[in-house]
């Protein structure tokens, strides 16, 4: 133990000099909330474009809003755009590690190619005006002309990106939540919330509590709405009526998180509890994750060995919950025994854990996990529950870095007429929405994706 704790503070004391003496500086890049930028726009906090609206709100490293001018001036715009007639299509990205909002490090573009490919299929299916909102943060803190020497800046940036999360972004996705809220049966506007690497543990940390309390926060409803047949274990457990909660926003999709798995633990033990959960459920939370991201299945537990494991005292959890398949698995009605390891929650990633997929995306086609056979070891998948993890194959996914392609803006867009279907709005009444996701009334998820991408497809060709 000794030897580790040296082997510890050497690491340290090598990450503490390199950051000392090749860090980049922690400051605001778009400072001019003066005026709305249409044409050469490196610092300007809000940019007009042909097809978008591109926006950014900053903050420093210890969470806090480099200037609130910023966030005002971006709230402004939103609630200017969001009162006419139109309504908005409100995207909010916060970027990973190695970039930030100087648009030199490759994200703020790959935002805008999204956010036009969005725009085109928006025009063509529902109109609305599109507004990118992006969380600029010091994801790039060291500048070193050998790029593997900047791996010392891991700990640092991701014990950043979380406070950065605990800190203002929680007060600003509320805000854009109560100005993009709809009235009752109105689909006028659409707010969509995503992350990607160390920028989706920063959308998880701001957003953790909210989504705990909209998850313990559910109302009973009618036996009707649960949709299970009677002869199954769900139909029998649930015959006396399931449950219904509210979501936060139209959608929240994390890609590729650099999250560990302990990050999630707790949610997705609320919702494994529960489990009868009404058809209406909305999503509370997407999780898209690649077999193709070298950089959270392989270098991922390697900072977390060295960041966690060595320092903490991991131990092994039991839980009971019920069976995925009673009839293979005990007797009907009776919860089993997992065990769940601390050591394995900290080194995993959320999507490199088994035990919390709900799905994966082999080929192009989803597979449930229910009942255990197409997903390895798992926590019980309830039908509708809150929570949707995807483990897909490099088909739907490339790489660590292959966030914005067709078939992930088609999930994203997908998800969020699934949620505003399940929030009781009239999307469905809506003829070029119902030709693409409906069948009769009922959504479809399938379908809506499978329809999307071939829009995403077209317009990126």
Not at 149 to 169: C, E, I, M, P
Not at 199 to 207: E, N
Not at 274 to 290: D, T
Not at 408 to 419: C, G, R
Request: overall charge positive; hydrophobic content about 35%.
């Amino acid at each position: 133990m000794k030897y580790k704790i040296y082997y510890v503070f050497f690491l340290l004391l090598i990450a503490t000099v390199v950051s000392i003496s090749s860090c980049s500086h922690n400051k605001i890049y778009r400072n001019n909330v003066e005026t709305v930028c249409v044409s050469n726009c490196t610092d300007s906090a809000i940019e007009h474009h042909k097809e978008y609206d591109l926006t950014f709100v900053e903050f420093s490293d210890r969470g806090n809003l480099f200037d609130r001018k910023q966030l005002n001036a971006v709230l402004d715009y939103i609630k200017k755009k969001e009162s006419e007639d139109q309504g908005v299509m409100l995207v909010v990205y916060a970027h990973g590690w190695q970039h930030n909002a100087s648009g030199k490090t490759g994200d703020v573009e790959k935002f805008r190619k999204a956010l036009i490919s969005i725009s085109k299929v928006s025009q063509k299916v529902f109109p609305r005006k599109v507004i990118g909102l992006y969380i600029g943060w010091r994801g790039k803190s060291l500048d070193l002309p050998f790029s593997y020497l900047n791996f010392a800046s891991y700990w640092d940036r991701k014990s950043v990106a979380r406070q950065v999360g605990t800190g203002g972004v929680s007060e600003l996705l509320v805000h854009l939540n109560k100005i993009t809220k709809n009235e009752a049966g109105s689909h006028k506007n659409v707010f969509v919330i995503s992350g990607h690497s160390f920028g989706a543990a920063l959308i998880l940390s701001s957003m953790k509590d909210i989504l705990i309390y909209h998850t313990i926060n559910t109302k009973k409803v009618l036996p009707s709405l649960c949709q299970l047949p009677s002869r199954t274990f769900f139909g029998k457990r649930c015959a006396a009526g399931c449950y219904k909660g509210e979501s936060f926003s139209d959608s929240i999709v994390l890609i590729n998180p650099a999250v560990e798995a302990n990050e999630l633990f707790q949610l997705k033990e609320l919702t494994t509890n529960e489990r009868c959960y009404s058809r209406k459920q909305p999503k509370l939370l997407h999780i898209l994750s690649s077999e193709a991201d070298f950089a959270n299945k392989y270098a991922f537990p390697v900072g977390q060995y060295f960041g966690v494991s060595l320092l903490y005292k991991e131990e092994t959890l039991e839980r009971k919950v019920y069976p995925n398949n009673p009839d293979k698995e005990g007797k009907e009605g009776q919860k089993k025994s997992i065990l769940i390891k601390e050591g394995l929650l900290d080194r995993k990633t959320i999507g490199n854990y088994s035990k919390f997929i709900t799905g994966r995306s082999i080929a192009g086609k989803y597979i449930p996990c229910e009942g255990g056979d197409n997903c390895g070891e798992i926590l019980p998948v309830s039908p509708f529950e809150p929570i949707s993890l995807i483990k897909t194959d490099k088909e739907f996914i490339n790489d660590h870095n292959d966030i914005s392609n067709a078939k992930v803006l088609a999930y994203i867009t997908a998800a969020v007429v699934e949620n505003q279907d399940k929030r009781d709005t009239n999307v469905g009444q809506d003829k070029a929405i119902n030709a693409l996701c409906f069948k009769g009334d009922w959504f479809n998820f399938k379908d809506c994706f499978d329809n999307f991408y071939q829009q995403y497809k077209g317009v990126s060709e």
